[in-house]
């Protein structure tokens, strides 16, 4: 599967491993440079972009989403994403806009934190 584009967002973690593991096993970012900002966490890239800053070592909200709703990644790769979902006992909500055709999957990730991909509407689940 691969990221094709967004801006930042931060996301708290009390599992650093298991949140990187999703994001970077599941979902396709990489790994990338991150300043020493003196608390745990890792930045995560598609192509030279940072797109993720995920931060440990903090309180979690009681509710993960706080007035974040979600975060949206344009995607491709429909078919693979929803196999690599399943994979991994990953459940996720998979949806077709009316009228543009472009397909929407919601998942959440390990801390809660609702993820939207956005697939092209040429895309198929096979």
Known sequence: MAIDGMNHFTVLTADLDATRGFY???????IGPRPDLGFPGVWLY???????????????PPDPAGVLDHMAFSASELGATVARLEAHS???TLRRQNQSGTWQLFCFDPSGAR?????GAHETTD
């Open 24 to 30: 970077v096993g599941v979902l396709g970012l990489a």
């Open 46 to 60: 598609v192509g030279d972009a940072a797109v993720l800053h995920v931060i440990a070592g903090r309180p979690l």
């Open 90 to 92: 990953i459940p996720y």
């Open 115 to 119: 993820v939207e991909l956005d697939f």
